[in-house]
């Protein structure tokens, strides 16, 4: 377990409740309450769409191919089947998967659902027809074709052998849509709902709620347990506290700040239950190496040997989103960096004093004593702005000064795209945890689109090929080290800061969830049942 | 009269020293709005020798601590002295209340007398431009301007400034408007005077009351604008020491858990504007003889 | 009046283009578009191929003359188009929200004319007494404290006092109910998001109050009915107050067109989807369609309201002709 050190998924009772939640039998019925903390999502078109709003909104209405284990989703590679029969081996090296799908599903309309729908909805994730987009379409780069050779039977060609692919493949957002419907207008399911899933579309009123009821005919056996669901959008905090305090609310899906659970397990005693666990979510602090000084790797050097990570890490935890040290892999993976491996890089080192001395002196060396930057930010409280805060004040602790500048969503990325900035707050969260795609972040934007550092570095693409084509386990994970400690050691690409911490907080009477590390999973509601 | 010629420098001091005692004993609501608003000047003035402690270092050694002796008013989630960052916050909150007021106010009294002074097509013109400006929601425009400039004070400042100048633009005009035709200004055109002079002279002087009035009320909704900005995310940025953001900060996050840090910055704000708003009253009935007392 | 009343309308036409104007402007002066705030929200990579299917939908592809005269043709034959961030008209977004904002709006006015006109008249009356020195440091508190702290205050009292009285925490629903559905339901939703805005508007209400009855009782004929020897009360309600309520009126009327800023927060912080949150939501999404007719349907009303103000004051007050 050494390699897992920060790996975490406790379930906390408040207070002394030694209840044995696993073992009582679910109870039947009820209307479940929750709060998706965002305002309305554009459309509710889960392949379209790239929003957690969007999937929080709309999980419980659709089926999957697979997904991530429901009663395991801590798992990074536990991956169960929803519409298919049994996990498939693959064949051809590695390149074929070929699924068989239940033939006991109906969409919500009473017609039965076949392997043609699920073959074609991938087939719009995958390769989307022209004029009709699909958001994930550059996760499935390893897919080349989906094929639906009966009616029964799905296959996924792949372009290469990749362990890459079953996570992809376990997208939440891959609803599988109706053959006839997509065929005859894609874009009807961003205004409409109709798939198989445990809840029938009931309502939604625009920007407030949407509501679904028990699907009867679920092929789950018992499930769901709930009666129906309404889910309301509440995008302000405060609300969101004050909702679950008065039960007007059982949960939300997201993740709550340290504040928020002390307030409620403080005045709700046993009757919330907290669930927390690590999250694949990380603000990165990036420079941009287009802009002056920040293209001298001592000046980047010197801003990362500044931050004092392990100090940061427990005290931050207790104000915001955040708890774990970590590299560029989500700390509950097997590749990720143990604490030993991460001290030997000079961001994560634990004599500060000494550090900060080799900071100001790198400063003076490449020219920038007194270096004063504006730091980009995006307008999101936790953990952004509390990330911000915190290295703004370690940096002024070697003489740098730095101000901060947040920007709405739009903006934000404008700024980004177009280098416009010194150093950026940036994030990295993707949907399920995929460590060799999710560390891809740190590689040039010639490869990678969404890499904001303004920098070429073929060492650093050489390093991530051999790693991504490794197949033995021992050996891919030194070549994670070493990528690693080239792009935030040798080259101070970016900047780590604490990993984020997903702290559920629920009225205790909702039973059957379990925390994953990421929120955009384990939502479709099937397996939550209310204890009244 | 030969006390005055010898004296007259005391007589001065002393009849200033009358009206202010007259102010007093007839306004003491504006006098406690005075008091307060002078609280505040000399805390932003002096923040960096009387605030105890560094207001943007933190300590993660006392975090979210009451308050105690140590820290009078407590700290906030990052271990910063609240005190001092309210002390710090004086400086912001004040930076922005006068510089958007006096902008503002300062533009709208140009427009105002020009306007009402050239009338005419000029009039019309600027008129429609300050409906314009009148009629587009406020909040809306703020928003706008801080996503297309970014945070950051100045930006804030301008955000806040550009609503204030047709409101104020309208009042002056309005009076500007009653002393126009007066035969004096009719006087001082036949004379020939230049446009500049007359307007600086005489046009000016007569609306300088109401302007004084409204400056003050300018600077108290600068700061409540402020805040307003802070809860929608886009006020002036951590870690300036400002108090409509410590109060976005407390009051979302620790109202109940950890209330000082909320109650204090929110009692900031509201005291400062509560103090601009009684001054700016008492200012209104000391000047306009049709308020005073019976 | 006829006249007076088409002169205005005319006037109106060029505020309402320039408003067209700015708004157009000010939104296309916002960095990045809707189609990056789309696809960009989760922090993972937007896709190319995602990205120009959004452009194309949007109509970003569009000229800025050609987006400007739409909009404005739109606007003249009533055709507010789609709004970009949803996909539906945007007469059906409004119309969504518009109702329980409407509501607000009205009880908060209620609630101010209640508050402000009977205490603005005492304090005028009882000039510089302690009654008038407590009740206008109530109002001007009203004014002074920021609004989104009055509001989370008042939820955060109502949940105390309710467990206090009953044992366990209370707050109205989060999720609205309309009038016609569940009056009870949706008044415990309404009454406080309407109190805090009608408190606000109650202190600058009852400071005009205040300062308009001082005025008109310092007027001759009131002196004159005074020294007739007619009853206090009698020259209070029948003269005075019916004079000085020509400002007070004006300024209901005005604070009501204002009152959507009110909203913007206030909305906020009560969960309510009104037009206030819609409001910052489509500047934030950067939906420009949804933005301009929202502008434009201010804007309209803050004209409107305006005019209808300006000949109610004429048609009370024989003084002032229509110009």
């Known amino acids: 377990m050494k390699i897992r050190n920060g790996w975490r998924a406790t379930l906390v009772i408040a207070l002394l409740a030694t209840t044995p939640a696993l073992a009582q039998t679910p109870k039947k019925g009820g209307t479940f309450t929750y709060m998706i903390p965002a305002d309305a999502p554009p459309s509710l078109d889960g392949h379209k769409e790239n929003t957690f709003a969007t999937l929080q909104a709309t999980a419980p209405f659709y089926s999957t191919l697979i997904a991530v284990n429901p009663d395991n989703p801590s798992s990074t590679t536990d991956f169960v089947c929803d519409l298919c029969t049994e996990m498939p081996k693959p064949t051809d090296d590695g390149k074929t998967y070929t699924f068989k799908i239940r033939k006991d599903v109906k969409f919500h309309d009473g017609t039965p659902l076949s392997a043609a729908d699920v073959a074609l909805s991938w087939q719009y994730i995958v390769h989307p027809p022209k004029g009709v987009s699909s958001a994930r379409e550059s996760y499935m780069v390893m897919v080349d074709t989906v094929e639906n050779p009966d009616p029964e039977t799905v296959v996924f060609k792949l372009k290469f052998a990749t362990s890459a692919f079953l996570p992809a493949l376990a997208d939440p957002y891959a609803y599988i849509y109706k053959k006839e419907t997509l065929e005859k207008d894609p874009s009807w399911f961003e205004k409409n709902v109709m798939g198989s899933g445990p809840f029938k579309f009931s309502a939604y009123e625009i920007g407030q709620s949407i509501k679904g009821t028990r699907n009867p005919d679920y092929y789950h056996a018992g499930q769901p347990y709930l009666d129906g669901f309404v889910a309301i959008f509440a995008a302000k905090q405060s609300v969101r506290v004050d909702a679950i305090r008065a039960d007007r609310a059982v949960t939300e899906f997201r993740g709550m700040p340290p504040s928020a659970r002390d307030e409620l397990v403080k005045e709700l005693g046993d009757k919330v239950t907290v669930q927390t666990s690590d999250w694949n979510c990380v603000n990165l602090l990036t420079p941009n190496q287009k802009k002056k000084p920040f293209d001298d790797v001592k000046v980047r050097r010197a801003l990362a040997l500044a931050i004092d990570q392990w100090k940061g890490a427990p005290a931050l935890s207790k104000i915001a989103t955040v708890h774990t040290v970590g590299g560029l892999v989500f700390p509950g993976s097997p590749l990720a960096a143990t604490k030993d491996e991460l001290i030997k890089m000079s961001a994560f080192s634990t004599d500060m004093d000494k550090a900060r001395a080799e900071a100001k002196k790198l400063l003076k060396e490449a020219g920038a004593e007194n270096l004063k930057f504006e730091l980009m930010n995006r307008n999101v409280d936790q953990p952004y702005k509390f990330i911000a805060t915190w290295a703004i004040d370690e940096w002024s602790k070697i003489g740098v000064k730095a101000t901060q500048k947040v920007l709405p969503t739009g903006p934000f990325y404008e700024a980004l795209r177009s280098g416009s900035f010194e150093v950026a707050v940036e994030f990295n969260c993707q949907n399920l945890v995929n460590p060799l795609l999710d560390v891809a972040k740190v590689l040039p934007r010639s490869v990678y689109p969404e890499n904001y550092g303004g920098y070429e570095d073929p060492k650093l693409i050489e390093l991530y090929n051999t790693m991504l084509t490794e197949t033995d386990a021992t050996k891919q994970r030194e070549k994670m080290r070493a990528f690693e400690t080239y792009a935030l050691d040798t080259q101070v690409d970016t900047i780590m800061t604490p990993w984020w911490e997903r702290i559920i907080v629920a009225r205790s009477y909702m039973k059957g969830w379990k925390i994953s590390p990421s929120h955009y999973i384990n939502l479709n509601l099937a397996n939550i049942w209310l204890d009244k | 009269m030969t006390v005055a010629a010898d004296h007259p420098i005391t007589l001065r001091r002393r009849r200033w020293l009358d009206a202010a005692l007259t102010f007093v004993r007839r306004q003491p609501l504006g006098t406690v709005g005075l008091v307060v608003v002078i609280v505040a000047a000399l805390a932003g003035l002096s923040a960096e020798w009387i605030a105890p402690y560094n207001p943007t270092s933190n300590d993660f050694a006392v975090m979210t601590e009451p308050p105690s002796a140590a820290h009078w008013l407590g700290t906030d989630q990052f271990g910063r002295d609240l005190l001092s960052r309210i002390i710090y916050g004086a400086r912001t909150a004040l930076i922005i209340g006068f510089v958007s007021a006096f902008v503002g106010g300062f533009a709208g009294l140009v427009l105002g007398v020009g306007s009402a002074y050239f009338g005419g097509l000029i009039d019309l013109a600027l008129q429609r431009v300050m409906d314009i400006l009148m009629a587009f929601p406020l909040i809306i425009m703020a928003l706008a301007v801080v996503a297309i400039f970014g945070t950051g004070v100045q930006n804030v400042i301008i955000a806040i400034t550009v609503p204030l100048i047709p409101r104020c633009a309208r009042v002056v005009r309005a009076s500007a408007l009653s002393i126009r035709e007066v035969p004096y200004i009719d006087a001082a055109r036949t004379c020939g005077f230049g446009h500049v002079r007359i307007i600086l002279r005489h046009m000016v002087p007569n609306v300088v009351a109401p302007f004084l009035i409204m400056l003050t009320a300018f600077v108290g909704q600068a700061i409540l604008a402020e805040a307003s900005l802070s809860y929608l995310g886009l006020g002036v940025q951590e870690p300036v020491p400002a108090w409509g953001l410590m109060l976005q900060g407390g009051a979302e996050e620790y109202a109940s858990t950890a209330p000082w840090i909320a109650i204090f910055p929110g009692l900031a704000i509201a005291l400062t504007v509560f103090g601009f708003s009684l001054f700016g009253d008492a200012l209104r009935d000391a000047i306009d003889p049709k308020l005073r007392e019976r | ?323």
């Open chain 3, 1 to 323: 009046m006829y006249r007076y009343i088409l002169n205005r309308l005319l006037l109106s036409i060029p505020t309402l283009i320039g408003a067209a104007a700015l708004v157009f402007i000010l939104m296309r002066l916002i960095p990045g578009d809707i189609c990056m705030v789309r696809l960009g929200g989760s922090g993972g990579s937007i896709s190319a191929s995602a990205l120009a299917v959004c452009h194309a939908q949007v109509g970003a592809d569009r000229s800025m003359p050609l987006q400007f005269l739409d909009f404005i043709g739109g606007f003249a034959t009533g055709n507010f188009g789609i709004s970009m961030w949803s996909g539906k008209p945007v007469v059906l977004e409004i119309a969504t929200r518009l109702p329980v904002s409407l509501e607000i709006a009205i009880l908060a006015t209620v609630v101010a004319v209640l508050i402000a006109i009977p205490l603005g008249t005492i304090s005028a009356l009882k000039q510089n007494s302690w009654l008038d020195h407590i009740v206008r440091t109530v109002a001007i508190a009203g004014i002074a404290t920021p609004s989104f702290w009055l509001g989370i205050l008042s939820i955060l009292v109502v949940l105390d006092v309710s467990r206090w009285l009953f044992g366990s925490p209370w707050m109205p629903s989060i999720d609205y109910v309309p009038l016609w559905v569940d009056p009870l339901q949706n008044l415990s939703i309404v009454i406080l998001p309407a109190l805090t805005i009608g408190y606000r508007y109650s202190a600058v209400t009852m400071r005009m109050t205040r300062s308009a009855m001082l005025e008109v009782l310092r007027e001759d004929y009131i002196r004159t009915a005074r020294a007739k020897g007619l009853l206090e009360q009698l020259v209070v309600n029948r003269h005075a107050l019916k004079n000085a309520m020509l400002p007070v009126v004006t300024l209901i009327g005005i604070e009501f067109a204002f009152l959507i800023g009110g909203l913007v927060v206030t909305e906020q912080v009560f969960n309510l989807n009104g037009i206030g949150r819609l409001f910052v939501q489509a500047v934030q999404n950067q939906d420009y369609t949804l933005t301009q007719a929202l502008v434009m349907l201010t804007v309209a009303v803050f004209v409107v309201t305006n005019l209808v103000v300006d000949v109610l004051y004429a048609w009370l007050d024989p003084r002032i002709r229509f110009g």
